[in-house]
């Protein structure tokens, strides 16, 4: 997971709020928790795309204390994009979401990351209006799907 995360970083810095240098600098114990608390329970997982033995896309959720279930982290390597590889990932987290009680799953996507809206818009979200400005002051939407 940390690999992948890492590269999501290094590819697309303007889609995450976690900054690459930030998340490069963890120690493995903070990986190591993350990988835990995302294998177990309904609060929180991860999901990762395979092709072969290279893992070629990311994606998660987590409730917030409101009950609030988010679609987080979504990444697909730039070689497998347009093949299905991040509608599987966007598949995979709802399916979760609904199977832990969720009735709607959310995300932020930020201004101007077409592809990723498009995809979004694909399986089904809608926008629900602007979201909270990225951390380098850009805008961002709130998208919504119904489970």
Do not use: K
Request: with cysteine.
């Amino acid at each position: 997971m940390r690999d992948i995360r890492l590269r999501a970083l290094a590819d697309a810095p303007m889609a995450f709020e976690t900054r690459f240098e930030e998340a490069r600098l963890r120690p493995e114990e903070w990986w190591v928790d993350w990988a835990v608390r995302s294998a177990g329970g309904n609060r929180q997982a991860m999901f990762l795309a395979w092709n072969g033995d290279d893992a070629v896309g990311i994606a998660g959720t987590f409730v917030e204390d409101d009950g609030s279930r988010w679609l987080i982290s979504m990444w697909t390597d730039p070689a497998v994009r347009g093949q299905g590889v991040g509608r599987a990932l966007v598949e995979s987290v709802a399916a979760f979401a609904r199977a832990a009680g969720s009735d709607q799953l959310l995300l932020e996507v930020t201004d101007g990351n077409d592809a990723a809206y498009a995809l979004y818009r694909a399986c089904g979200f809608v926008e629900t209006g602007p979201g909270e400005p990225h951390s380098d002051g850009g805008p961002t939407r709130n998208m919504r799907l119904a489970l």
